[in-house]
């Protein structure tokens, strides 16, 4: 198993660019997961799913978007890329709700 | 979810081991105390998880207090491998909620 993928590992945007982050996992898991990390803070939850077509906003969803038409792909949305969203995106996913969480390697993204 | 206090940071020699605390006061019966490290920038990696009895796995061991405020996470024999950054979350049916964990520094 490949466990959880991220692409891409780097990424430049300029302000107001668009970009879609691409999660998959090959665990067939239910639960996926998108978290941001700024430097020295932990991670912030921005959206998550329990499953195919369904999706809910965690505590930081302003400026983003996600959608979730198969088990395997959670894919990220940005939209008018602003220099706040220069971060570390991780996506993560679990077989159920209290199960261990597992993590990709993270997007790394600069606005400027 | 119950929040939690770690300290910002600790060390400890290497081939020691590292005991690291974690309270959580306000903590609810179903809910679960969950360790993750993160090592450089890397994803977050589990490392265990238990409700109130004390867990062991091959990373490390979990004790949890009888009354289930604090836990401390216990990596028997540091290595500067282990180095990084652990999170110490506690969590019931909801999300995973993340702090800013405690920096450990494994001297030689």
């Known amino acids: 198993n490949a466990g959880v993928t991220q692409t891409p590992k780097f990424r430049i945007l300029k302000i107001g660019q668009s970009m879609t982050l691409q999660c998959a996992q090959d665990?067939?898991?239910?639960?996926m997961y998108w978290y941001r990390q700024d430097p020295g803070m932990g991670l912030k939850l921005i959206y998550y799913?329990?499953?195919?077509?369904?999706?809910d906003k965690g505590e930081v969803p302003n400026g983003y978007n996600v959608s979730r038409s198969t088990t395997e792909y959670f894919p990220l949305r940005l939209e008018l890329a602003a220099p706040s969203q220069t971060s570390v995106y991780f996506c993560?996913?679990?077989?159920?709700?209290?199960?261990?969480?597992?993590f990709g390697n993270g997007t790394r993204l600069t606005v400027t | 979810d119950a929040k939690t206090t770690q300290p910002p940071s600790m060390d400890c020699a290497e081939g020691r081991a590292a005991n690291l605390p974690c309270n959580h006061s306000?903590?609810?019966?179903?809910?679960?105390v969950y360790w993750y490290r993160q090592i450089h920038s890397q994803g977050p990696q589990y490392i265990i998880h238990?409700?109130?009895n004390n867990e062991t796995n091959e990373m490390a061991s979990l004790i949890i207090t009888e009354d289930r405020k604090s836990s401390t996470l216990i990596l028997p024999h540091a290595t500067l491998r282990d180095t990084a950054v652990y999170y110490c979350?506690?969590?019931?049916?909801?999300?995973?909620?993340f702090g800013k964990g405690i920096t450990l520094s494994v001297r030689p």
């Open positions: 979350i506690v969590k019931g049916n909801s999300k995973l909620t």
């Open positions: 306000t903590i609810s019966g179903n809910e679960y």
């Open positions: 665990m067939n898991h239910n639960y």
């Open positions: 238990g409700l109130k």
């Open positions: 799913s329990v499953g195919a077509g369904i999706t």
């Open positions: 993560a996913s679990t077989h159920v709700s209290n199960s261990p969480l597992h």
